[in-house]
């Protein structure tokens, strides 16, 4: 699977290049990764494209954290407790600098709240062919 691979390889990149990781339950204890100084940027991928009530504990409080970290924050296909299919804030929702979102830009990021939360947003098809764009429109 290439995206495995690819997941992969950047994360033995990462390792390599000693990029500190903290897994979102590391920031619900009393220990707050936020604070470290050598951080400088926080990679969003809590919650998918799926979520369609309301944003609970703990990834409310979490959410609520970054934004007050003042720390740039990189989207993954959208920000966490943004609605994908109407740009509604769903409770709570990450204020990203830059959203890279994959395979089809998703309403949620160009409707309501959307472009105030995602940010600079960019899209990467993934190398899907175009045949199979041409395909889902007819």
């Given at each position: 699977?290439?995206?495995?691979?690819?997941?992969?390889?950047?994360?033995?990149?990462?390792?390599?290049n000693k990029v500190p990781f903290f897994a979102a339950?590391?920031?619900?204890?009393?220990?707050?990764?936020?604070?470290?100084?050598r951080h400088?940027?926080?990679?969003d991928a809590l919650l998918g494209t799926g979520l369609s009530g309301p944003v609970r504990e703990p990834y409310?409080?979490?959410?609520?954290?970054?934004n007050q970290s003042n720390l740039p924050v990189l989207a993954v296909?959208?920000?966490?407790?943004?609605?994908s299919d109407t740009g509604e804030v769903l409770g709570k929702a990450i204020r990203a600098?830059?959203?890279v979102t994959f395979i089809g830009i998703k309403k949620g990021l160009l409707a309501n709240a959307g472009p105030e939360y995602c940010g600079e947003l960019v899209f990467?098809?993934?190398?899907?062919?175009?045949?199979?764009y041409r395909e889902l429109e007819g």
């Amino acid at each position: 699977m290439p995206l495995l691979h690819d997941a992969l390889t950047a994360y033995e990149m990462a390792l390599a290049n000693k990029v500190p990781f903290f897994a979102a339950a590391e920031f619900l204890g009393n220990n707050d990764p936020l604070s470290d100084p050598r951080h400088t940027v926080i990679v969003d991928a809590l919650l998918g494209t799926g979520l369609s009530g309301p944003v609970r504990e703990p990834y409310s409080n979490l959410i609520s954290r970054i934004n007050q970290s003042n720390l740039p924050v990189l989207a993954v296909d959208i920000p966490s407790g943004l609605s994908s299919d109407t740009g509604e804030v769903l409770g709570k929702a990450i204020r990203a600098r830059l959203t890279v979102t994959f395979i089809g830009i998703k309403k949620g990021l160009l409707a309501n709240a959307g472009p105030e939360y995602c940010g600079e947003l960019v899209f990467n098809n993934l190398d899907i062919p175009e045949a199979v764009y041409r395909e889902l429109e007819g």
